[in-house]
């Protein structure tokens, strides 16, 4: 069943139990606006379900309310900065304020973010970047328990480690690319337990292995105490592309990798690799404001497949959903609904 919520309602209440988790007023109105935004784009997997987690970590320390990034090196065109556990979608964009200022400067920025608690949908930070018609490249690692199997393997070794790209198209909505290594979210697949579901085959492994479409072999504890895992989406392909996240967003920026045996804290701790561009200072801003329209416009011109409503763009599904979802509400399953309240009741935020 469920409930349906408004965006506006969902805010304040998110809002109330990070408020009364430690953080500011203005830093749970952040955290609250950033989780709901990804519910409006059709991202429930980074959205409101994550609050009882972070009020879990919160309250085991691994993350830290009203923190802010420290400057490790500040080399002009090159950063590196730490978010000292800090909230993610604070961090993360104060992060992404410093790189954009510096791309926008001298044409270019590489930025290294380490030790950020759970930076969420990273689409919002290319969002953030093509806002200012800067290119952005994002590289992501997650140091959780490893939910996600190499290519080969059995069992879980390392993180969902999403890869993000944005850019901007004169005139017209930005290519948004934003996608995790694995198959699917790890929070999709507590969305689906959440609600009852089983998923499509090729998604997971059980806790022997063994091919599964139960959702929950990766959301709660299987006989033994052990968990199955995710699979790497385009066999090696992805496998290789969550190493480079795990190469660059985690041991380059010096924010870790994974490599122990699981635990079972709640935090999850974020490394980021950023490359920003101006591509107003590349002396190819013509070139590619023209090339880029012209191949959007090929692509769309190619007629729909059988049962398909058409070639679509990345970023376009989460535009429509906004729209959609602004009007109509956001649907919160009553597992979820109720593991917020409970997390509200945690640190003494009584929701109704």
């Not at 109105?29 to 519910?39: F, I, S």
């Not at 784009?41 to 420290?70: C, F, Q, T, W």
């Not at 604070?90 to 410093?98: D, N």
């Not at 010096?254 to 490394?271: E, K």
Request: aromatic letters at 6%; a neutral charge; one cysteine or more.
């Amino acid at each position: 069943m469920g409930k349906t919520l408004q965006a506006a309602q969902l805010r304040r209440t998110v809002a109330e139990v990070i408020a009364a988790a430690g953080s500011s007023k203005e830093e749970a109105q952040t955290v609250a606006d950033n989780l709901v935004l990804a519910n409006l784009s059709g991202h429930d997997s980074h959205g409101v379900g994550m609050v009882p987690r972070y009020i879990d970590a919160v309250l085991e320390g691994g993350l830290k309310p009203n923190s802010a990034i420290a400057v490790k090196l500040d080399g002009g065109s090159l950063l590196a900065l730490d978010g000292q556990r800090g909230y993610g979608q604070v961090v993360g964009a104060q992060a992404m304020a410093l790189g954009m200022e510096r791309a926008q400067q001298t044409g270019s920025c590489v930025m290294a973010l380490a030790n950020a608690h759970h930076l969420g949908r990273i689409g919002h930070f290319a969002e953030m970047a093509v806002a200012r018609g800067l290119v952005s490249i994002h590289f992501v690692n997650v140091q959780s328990r490893p939910v996600v199997a190499p290519f080969g393997g059995g069992d879980g070794r390392y993180g969902t480690n999403p890869f993000c790209v944005g850019v901007p198209m004169e005139g017209r909505e930005p290519f948004v690319l934003d996608f995790a290594t694995s198959r699917v979210a790890q929070g999709k697949m507590r969305v689906a337990h959440n609600e009852g579901r089983r998923v499509e085959p090729g998604y997971l492994i059980d806790e022997k292995g063994q091919p599964t479409t139960d959702p929950g072999v990766v959301v709660v504890p299987q006989p033994g105490g052990m968990f199955g895992a995710l699979l790497a989406f385009g066999e090696h392909k992805g496998y290789g592309m969550a190493v480079a996240c795990e190469l660059l967003g985690g041991a380059l920026t010096g924010s870790g990798t994974w490599h122990r045996p699981a635990d079972n804290q709640r935090s999850v701790i974020n490394g980021m690799f950023t490359v920003l561009v101006d591509p107003r200072k590349l002396g190819t801003q013509n070139e590619f404001a023209r090339e880029a329209l012209a191949f959007a416009d090929w692509l769309k011109q190619s007629p729909a497949a059988p049962g398909s409503d058409g070639v679509l763009l990345a970023g376009e599904p989460e535009r429509a959903a906004r729209v959609k979802r602004e009007r109509e509400g956001i649907d919160v399953d009553d597992t979820t609904w109720t593991e917020i309240v409970a997390a509200g009741a945690k640190v003494g935020a009584r929701i109704a």
